[in-house]
């Protein structure tokens, strides 16, 4: 096989792989896990179930990829967004437009990562799961830390009331993951109410008041 042939047969593969992990999000979002089958992915992407062997070793493993996937998601946009704009409130209040500006695919790969991210805890036997979920468990630790850090950032210039930054990013993250325990794409709660509401909330637990609606919020 020459390097072109390579290069495509690459190239196909991702794809191909990229197609089990969003037929399997959707799948463990709606269904659950523990209701879907390896051979349900498999029927929907138009294979075989034992195809899937090629790019994922198990259920499992395809679950915490997905997870470690959505992780990485969710702090990389944090990362770009408080990168960018300096002042902390309007970098919060930022993050939160985004954690909202959402597909409904994302929606459903969040509640996975919330249903299943006790599963992280527990180790595998497996070398190849083992790796993906010790990644996911990397990201989330990763996550919570650049969020500690640019809330005690916000403290230390005085934009938010002093307090743990760790204890108030669990907070903060736990708020907004009770979110997906619950909320279905198409629901009877549209999801920017949803984001309005929860974005309220948010700013009070981090000590700031809501902002009036048509005002700008000033800076401290």
Request: glycine fraction near 6%; include cysteine.
């Amino acid at each position: 096989m020459n390097s072109a042939q390579e290069g495509q047969t690459g190239r196909r593969g991702r794809s191909k792989r990229q197609e089990v992990l969003i037929a399997a999000t959707e799948r463990f979002g709606r269904d659950g896990y523990e209701h879907t089958k390896w051979a349900d992915i498999a029927a929907d992407i138009g294979v075989g179930a034992t195809a899937l062997y090629h790019y994922f070793e198990s259920k499992q493993h395809c679950l915490y990829e997905i997870m470690d996937e959505a992780i990485e998601d969710f702090r990389s946009r944090f990362v770009a967004i408080v990168a960018d704009e300096r002042d902390p409130v309007r970098a919060f209040e930022a993050v939160m437009a985004e954690c909202f500006d959402l597909s409904e695919h994302d929606v459903l790969r969040n509640r996975v990562l919330v249903a299943e991210q006790g599963r992280l805890s527990s180790p595998s036997s497996s070398e190849r799961e083992e790796q993906a979920r010790l990644a996911a468990r990397s990201r989330m630790r990763e996550l919570e830390f650049a969020w500690a850090s640019f809330l005690a950032t916000a403290m230390r210039d005085g934009a938010i009331p002093e307090t743990d930054p760790r204890l108030l990013t669990r907070a903060v993250l736990g708020l907004y993951n009770s979110i997906w325990h619950w909320y279905r794409p198409n629901g009877i709660i549209a999801l920017s109410r949803i984001a309005d509401y929860y974005t309220e909330l948010a700013l009070a637990l981090i000590g700031l008041p809501p902002v009036a609606p048509g005002l700008e919020r000033t800076a401290a």
